[in-house]
């Protein structure tokens, strides 16, 4: 079993920054994929940004150019720095890490951006 735990979520104005981590423990050996999705009130569940063990990077078109995702493998952390906040990024915004088709999933972390 994977546990995952978030951190870093809160309240923000927009244009704001915050900066979600992610730590994984348990049995962590080789975890390939690891990224962040988040829900918005009354949405289905997207995908914001996910980094591959050798460092391929996928984001959201909507938040190019705003957000950085980055992991640590040693560490088995995976950080999300999310920059001029928009009130649209509202969300719980989760952790996932994928050991080939098995994914884990954490709890999620509030950010909530005011206008």
């Known amino acids: 079993q994977v546990q995952l735990v978030e951190s870093g979520g809160g309240l923000v104005q927009a244009g704001g920054s915050l900066r979600l981590s992610c730590v994984a423990s348990g049995r962590t050996v080789r975890i390939n994929s690891m990224g962040w999705y988040r829900q918005a009130p009354g949405q289905q569940r997207e995908l914001v940004a996910a980094?591959?063990?050798?460092?391929?990077?996928n984001y959201a078109d909507s938040v190019k150019g705003r957000f950085t995702i980055s992991r640590d493998n040693a560490k088995n952390t995976v950080d999300l720095q999310m920059n001029s906040l928009k009130p649209t990024g509202t969300a719980v915004y989760c952790c996932r890490v994928g050991f080939g088709t098995i994914n884990y999933w954490g709890k999620g972390t509030l950010v909530t951006v005011s206008s």
């Open positions: 980094i591959s063990r050798g460092g391929n990077i």
